[in-house]
């Protein structure tokens, strides 16, 4: 016959072991946002553009926008689809506006290859200066979709 402090010990230990289990899957859930916000920066690398700005200008234009942020130095213009040499426009690279240096001839043709800086690219100097790198956070990563697996099989997801 179980006495009452072997039924208060096994009642306890199943009450612990369920709340044990929920936090596992907690555990497991907060990895995955932690593996989805990682993975929006990691994968997000530069883009390359290439985009008409005017199919036919009126002649009054002097400033377009690029998708920002702009990789510096990336930028190819080109009008009535002649390259246009560094000193015809300049680009802001943080706000991607694109000035001319002077007015287009009516009709012209505009069109523009460059890059965007992708999350990856953003966070890379910032991530150096505290002492972080894509491999730690790589790193991180797999030991999160490893913790994940393991909760996942052994807890339900």
Known sequence: MATIQVLT???ASIE???RAEQQARALAATFRNV???IDAVVLDADLP????LAEKASGT???FSLRAPV???????FVNEQAQGASAFAVDSN????TLARPLAKDARVRVEYTTLGLRS???PLAAAVGITIELIEARKARYLKAIQWITENFGA
């Open 9 to 11: 010990h096994l009642t």
């Open 16 to 18: 612990l072991a369920e």
């Open 35 to 37: 593996v989805q916000e």
């Open 49 to 52: 553009m290439a985009t008409v």
């Open 61 to 63: 234009e002097t400033q």
């Open 71 to 77: 990789y510096p130095g990336s930028v190819k213009l």
């Open 95 to 98: 706000t991607g506006a694109l």
């Open 122 to 124: 953003q966070m890379e």
